[in-house]
């Protein structure tokens, strides 16, 4: 059995468990860790490092249940050379896993409150993590809200999950694309326009947002304008990561390492910095 | 009667709009319930109500000649529908189409019309409110055209 | 030789007794690596005996030039600092880190094996004392610790060499990185070449140098000679080629990223990234994956990277940082702001390298100077990405 690398840029050498295509240009890899390999214990919010041989080597935020022991379950886009190739992987096929890296959705410190997700396109990859871990101790947090907005019906990730959701009592899930398509009998429209009508107590609520930042700009400007406090809204951001140990200076995000500091940062620390451009 | 003076007098749209106005505005309310695909209006129809969407999902659908009806919108629950009726010459851009079982206050805009400039406060006030509803459909609208969940790989 | 010096000592060296020191040096497994010239500069490299080095001639640097001048002596280290920096050895340009194979299961990693390099600095400035104090924190005291990082700097001996006089483009009296060399040398020398004397006074900084300096001719210094070192000093201090002023630093540069001064910046810098590759503390990596043609081999490679570069900042959709502004906002506010909030110091030293090698002559200190003039004038609010909607 290999042992767990003391090097951070050395991959463990993981199995496909499963692969399932989840849209058009994206698809979940459930992996699993080498027998007496430590396991992967993660925090919502964190993400790996995923190499496949001879390719290329990318972050990935971790979609799967921390609660959960065993394969930990990452979703991925389709965007390059790295993404397509890992696309290709079949159940058996070995990928590369540094990780976890990373800060993590405040899910334990939110207890007590009402819980506000924001999600947009591959954004609720991350934040479905974050749900997971809500639901696992429901009894600790009063309402919960999921909000996710998708590009089109077809865009649409964890069907299944969302249904499943959908028919608890104790979860509210608003779903909308930006985009119908025939059959579709959903909401159109951007996922910004729930927030103003989302059922919560804005003075003890705890919102998670994720996905492009200028929909969690303006997510977090509808949050804001409910009266949620500023340091109760909560972002991910995604910046170019390479070795995710703050070393190699590139996911800088103002005096920030995103793979260090972040991905997920309280609003307070970004605010400034996303009234930037180019920063 | 009772039921829509609490509805429009507690509605966050009319805050802040005077008692009698509210009044004024009951008046002109009536109650409506769309069954699952029922027409609200269609592309065209002279824009004579507008609409306080109390339970369901409306889609505002354009017909597209071989896409079929296509929906650009929904408005949902709490959700205020319709702001032709203010602006010349009137005429619905869309069609607005019941997704399911939908319960909705109807608005006699025609009436309003008239109300509103025989007293151009009522009109301001109306105006401002309906002002914000076309801000949010129109950044909603640039938003959706920026296609920011679009993948450009 | 008399008894061992300890830590604290000053001694005199002759200048013919260097090679000694080096003999020394390379006894006990050392690579010494120091000032040579070559291509019309004097760069860092191995160096086999004292004749290498660059006796008699000095630079003359400027914004946007450098070059090679003759001396009126023949002192050894009587220049300020060339292109290259220590960095090169101790945060190599190309660093392999693993290689792997196929294998039944998957891929296993072999990882680099080998000794690790053991190298002596001969010649190093006060300034680079810091550029090397400041990579010891981004690389040894974060959460991660760059363990190949770590194995040269743990093996490295640094022979420190005190400026008798100051570079054209040089400021580390205003970054407070110099121009006396006070600590993290195993040893610290004077040169002293005048017409009747040519020697090193030697300043005994750690138990590895009070070793070494064992097997070197030496004498007791005398009160003269021990005012060597601050003499040379407070000659290089009087005539700093810039200053650069770092009150309030920080916040001048976070807090400014509207002003004009980036946009006429951006219109000179052509993002050649010369900067970043002369700066001694600038780190910046990429990870390159690579593989052999048949695919059963594949290497993961370090490789020095700029932020100057336009993909630097690439996540999928675009370049973050698409402009050159934005490219040089980053690079000058890193360096000297954000660095402190990372870091808790500066990251610049003062040693004017990125004037000196920028072929459009852009002056930090010149930069600073600007934005400090002009504190929050900044464009109309046109720039802010919340403006209301139009």
């Known amino acids: 059995m290999p042992p767990v690398p003391a090097d951070p840029m050395v991959p463990r050498s993981c199995r496909v468990e499963r692969a399932r295509r989840e849209t058009a240009d994206t698809f979940t890899l459930a992996l699993e860790a080498p027998p007496g390999d430590g396991g992967f214990a993660f925090a919502p919010g964190q993400f790996n490092m995923l190499w496949v041989f001879g390719v290329g080597e990318v972050p990935v935020s971790i979609s799967g249940d921390p609660t959960e022991p065993g394969a930990v379950v990452h979703t991925v886009r389709m965007v390059g050379a790295v993404t397509r190739a890992m696309g290709q992987l079949a159940r058996g096929d070995v990928v590369g896993v540094r990780g976890p890296f990373g800060s993590h959705w405040p899910v334990e410190a939110a207890a007590g409150n009402d819980v506000l997700i924001v999600a947009g396109g591959i954004g609720l990859a991350p934040l479905r993590a974050a749900v997971y871990q809500l639901l696992a101790s429901r009894e600790r947090y009063g309402k919960i809200a999921l909000l996710y907005g998708a590009r089109t019906p077809a865009d649409i990730l964890y069907r299944r999950e969302l249904r499943r959701w959908r028919a608890r009592s104790d979860l509210e899930v608003a779903v909308t694309v930006d985009r119908g398509m025939g059959g579709w009998r959903g909401n159109v429209g951007v996922v910004t326009a729930f927030i103003p009508r989302v059922s919560l107590d804005p003075s003890n609520t705890v919102a998670m947002v994720c996905g492009p930042e200028v929909m969690m700009r303006y997510a977090v400007r509808e949050i804001l304008r409910r009266g949620v406090a500023a340091h109760r809204i909560h972002l991910s951001m995604e910046r170019n990561m390479q070795c995710a140990i703050g070393l190699c200076g590139h996911c800088q995000y103002g005096p920030t390492f995103v793979c260090r500091e972040g991905p997920v940062f309280g609003y307070p620390r970004v605010e400034d910095l996303m009234a930037l451009w180019e920063i | 009667m009772e039921t829509l003076e609490r509805v429009l007098g507690e509605h966050p749209f009319f805050e802040g709009l005077e008692a009698p106005y509210v009044q004024l505005l009951v008046g002109c309310a009536t109650n409506v319930r769309f069954e699952r695909g029922a027409l609200l209006f269609r592309e065209g129809d002279e824009a004579n109500q507008f609409y306080i969407i109390r339970r369901g999902t409306v889609a505002l659908t354009v017909f597209v000649p071989q896409r079929g009806p296509v929906t650009v919108g929904t408005v949902g629950d709490g959700e205020i529908l319709g702001w032709t009726w203010l602006i010349p010459p009137y005429h619905w851009h869309f069609t607005a189409r019941a997704e399911g079982l939908t319960r909705a206050i109807a608005l006699d805009a025609k009436c309003l019309r008239t109300k509103c400039e025989e007293d151009r406060v009522l009109g301001y006030e109306l105006l401002k409110r309906f002002a914000h509803i076309l801000e949010q459909r129109l950044h909603a609208t640039r938003l959706q055209l920026l296609d920011l969940y679009g993948s450009r790989a | ?250 916040d001048l540069l976070q807090g400014n990223p509207d002003h004009r001064r980036w946009d006429e910046v951006a219109d000179r810098c052509l993002t050649c990234g010369n900067c970043t590759m002369v700066c001694p503390t600038c780190f910046c990596t990429t990870v390159e994956d690579v593989t052999d043609l048949t695919g059963e081999q594949a290497e993961r490679w370090r490789r020095w990277d700029s932020c100057f570069t336009l993909a630097f900042s690439y996540i999928h959709g675009g370049n973050i940082r698409a402009t050159a502004k934005a490219r040089y906002r980053q690079w000058m506010t890193h360096k000297l702001s954000t660095w402190i909030d990372q870091f808790g110091t500066s990251g610049c030293v003062g040693c004017g390298r990125c004037i000196t090698w920028c072929p459009v002559a852009i002056d930090i200190t010149e930069e600073v100077q600007a934005i400090r003039a002009g504190d929050r004038a900044a464009p109309p609010s046109a720039q802010r990405a919340d403006h209301g909607d139009a």
């Open chain 3, 1 to 250: 030789m008399g008894s061992t010096p300890h830590v604290g000592d000053a001694v005199v060296v002759e200048c013919g007794d260097l090679r000694l020191l080096m003999e020394a040096l390379r006894a006990r497994g050392f690579l010494v690596v120091g000032p040579t010239i070559r291509d019309g500069a004097i760069v860092y490299d191995e160096l086999a005996s004292p004749a290498q080095l660059p006796a008699g001639f000095t630079d003359v640097q400027e914004g946007g030039g450098y070059r090679l001048a003759k001396r009126t002596d023949d002192a050894l280290f009587g220049y300020a600092v060339g292109p290259h920096s220590w960095k090169r050895y101790l945060h190599p340009p190309a660093r392999r880190l693993w290689r792997a194979r196929r294998a039944a299961g998957g891929f296993e990693v072999l990882p680099e094996g080998g000794e690790p390099q053991r190298y002596a600095f001969l010649g190093v400035r006060a300034c680079e004392l810091h550029a090397i104090a400041i990579q010891d924190k981004v690389f040894l005291q974060g959460q991660y610790v760059d363990p190949h990082y770590r194995s040269r700097r743990e093996n490295v001996f640094l022979v420190a060499v005190n400026c008798g006089q100051a570079g054209g483009t040089c400021f580390c009296a205003s970054m407070g990185t110099g121009p006396r060399a006070t600590q993290g040398f195993d040893l610290g020398m004077t040169e002293v070449a005048e017409r009747s004397r040519h020697h090193f006074l030697v300043e005994v900084g750690s138990p590895a140098g009070a070793e070494v300096l064992r097997e070197v001719p030496q004498r007791e210094a005398g009160a003269e000679e021990r005012g060597a070192a601050d003499r040379a000093a407070a000659a290089a201090a009087a005539r700093m080629g810039r200053t650069l002023d770092t009150r309030d630093i920080r």
